[in-house]
C-alpha cells in the first residue's frame, strides 16, 4: 500500500536551514521574552504581507483572546457558527458570550445582512471568519460596526496571502488575529498574530502578551503569557523563505481540483465573492451526507484521509453552548469535505482524488 496522503503536511524549510539558524539560538542562549528572531520574524512577515503593525504570539487561539482583552470588550460577541471551535472558545474563555450569525450559503462566511438582527444592548463586538481564507465582505461589516459603535475582531487564523483591493485582509477590522499552525500556509509549528492598524493598539498587544510589562519593565496592566519562542520563530524564518512556493502550490492544487471537479454533478464549491483568497483549502459540499461519507470511505480505502472540515456546525456543540439555530451551516456542515492539499502533493495525487471522487458519485 503507498504511504498515507492525509488532508494536510506541514511545509517545512529544508532541515539545514532550520539548524543554522538556531546555531544562533544556541550561542546567544536567547530562548524567549520577545527574542531577536521572534523580532526579526515580525518584521519579515509585515514587509511580506505589507502590513503595519504584528504582533507574534504563541498560537492563533492566544491571538484571538489577546484581541478581546486588548479591546476590553465584555458582553455580546456576534459570529460564525461554520469555524473551528476555538473561534467560540476564545469568547468564553474572555468572559463573553457568543451570538451566533448564521452564513452566506456561497461564501461559507457570516452572512452580513443577517448580523443587524442580532444586535441588542449587550452586543460590544463582530468576530467574523475569513473561511478557508476567502475574505468576508469587510466593507460591509465595517459599515455596521461603525452604526452600532461595535468593534471587529477577524479571525483571520486561514486568512494569510488573502486580499481585499490589493490589501492584505489581515489590515480589516480593529484587529485581526491569524494562527501559524503547522497546517497553515505559513507556520511556526505553532504560532499566531494579532494585527492591527492601530498604534495604541498594537502597544497594548505587545504588553499584554508579556504579562502586562511596559516598555521600561513595570506591570501596568493586567497580562499574560502569549510569547512566542525563538525555537518556533527560527522555524517561521527558515519557513518564510519558501512562502511564494508554498502559495503557488497551494495555488496550482486548488486550480487543478477546480479544473477536473468544477463540473461534476452533485459537487458544489465555495465561492469568493470579496477580494482574492489564498487557495489555501479545496472544499467540495456534496449533496447529502451519506455521499460525503461513502466519498470519504473509499478514499481511505485507498489510503488517502480528506478532512470533514468544518463539522459539525459550532452552534451545536451541547457541551460549551447553548443551541442557537443557524440553519445554513448545519445543513452545509455535514456535507462539506476538505481534500488533501499542501506544498508537495504534486498532480498525480490531486487526479487519483479526483478519479475516486467521480466514481463514487457516478454509482
Ligand atoms: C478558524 C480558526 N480559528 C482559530 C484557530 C486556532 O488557531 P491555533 O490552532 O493556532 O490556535 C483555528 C485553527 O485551526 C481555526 O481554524
Not at 499566531?192 to 498604534?199: A, M
Not at 502597544?203 to 504579562?211: S, T
Request: proline share 5%.
Amino acid at each position: 500500500m503507498t504511504k498515507a496522503t492525509y488532508v494536510t503536511k506541514p511545509s517545512l524549510a529544508p532541515l539545514h536551514e532550520y539548524t543554522k539558524i538556531l546555531e544562533g539560538v544556541w550561542e546567544s542562549g536567547i530562548l524567549t521574552h520577545n527574542g531577536p528572531l521572534v523580532q526579526q520574524l515580525e518584521k519579515d512577515l509585515q514587509a511580506k504581507l505589507g502590513l503595519q503593525h504584528l504582533v507574534a504570539v504563541t498560537n492563533g487561539t492566544v491571538a484571538l483572546q489577546l484581541a478581546i482583552k486588548a479591546l476590553e470588550l465584555k458582553g455580546e460577541i456576534i459570529t460564525s457558527p461554520f469555524t473551528w471551535v476555538a473561534t467560540v472558545s476564545a469568547i468564553k474563555w474572555e468572559g463573553c458570550s457568543p451570538v451566533f450569525c448564521d452564513i452566506d450559503p456561497e461564501t461559507l462566511n457570516i452572512d452580513p445582512d443577517k448580523i443587524e438582527a442580532l444586535i441588542t444592548d449587550k452586543t460590544v463586538a463582530i468576530m467574523p471568519v475569513h473561511v478557508f481564507g476567502v475574505p468576508c465582505d469587510v466593507d460591509k461589516i465595517e459599515a455596521i460596526a461603525k452604526k452600532h459603535g461595535l468593534k471587529v475582531i477577524y479571525d483571520a487564523a486561514h486568512a494569510i496571502g488573502s486580499k481585499v483591493e490589493e490589501k492584505s485582509v489581515l489590515d480589516y477590522g480593529d484587529i485581526s488575529a491569524t494562527s501559524f499552525h503547522a497546517t497553515k500556509l505559513f507556520n511556526t509549528g505553532e504560532g499566531g498574530g494579532c494585527i492591527t492598524t492601530d498604534s495604541g493598539l498594537f502597544e497594548k498587544l505587545r504588553r499584554i502578551r508579556f504579562f502586562g510589562h511596559d516598555a521600561q519593565g513595570q506591570i501596568v496592566e493586567d497580562g499574560c503569557n502569549g510569547k512566542l519562542t525563538e525555537i518556533h520563530a527560527a522555524l517561521g524564518l527558515a519557513n518564510l523563505k519558501y512562502y511564494d512556493e508554498v502559495f503557488s502550490a497551494r495555488k496550482e492544487g486548488y486550480a487543478l481540483y477546480k479544473e477536473l471537479l468544477g463540473n461534476l454533478p452533485g459537487v458544489s464549491f465555495q465561492r469568493c465573492k470579496v477580494g482574492v483568497h489564498n487557495s489555501s483549502y479545496f472544499t467540495v459540499i456534496f449533496e447529502n451526507e451519506p455521499t460525503l461519507l461513502d466519498v470519504v470511505q473509499k478514499l481511505n480505502d485507498q489510503n488517502l484521509y480528506p478532512r470533514r472540515y468544518f463539522y459539525p456546525s459550532v452552534n451545536t456543540f451541547s457541551k460549551i453552548v447553548d443551541y442557537q439555530p443557524a440553519p445554513i451551516s448545519e445543513d452545509i456542515s455535514p456535507r462539506i469535505l476538505a481534500l488533501p492539499l499542501f506544498w508537495e502533493l504534486g498532480d498525480e495525487k490531486i487526479r487519483r482524488v479526483v478519479e475516486i471522487i467521480a466514481e463514487t458519485l457516478k454509482k
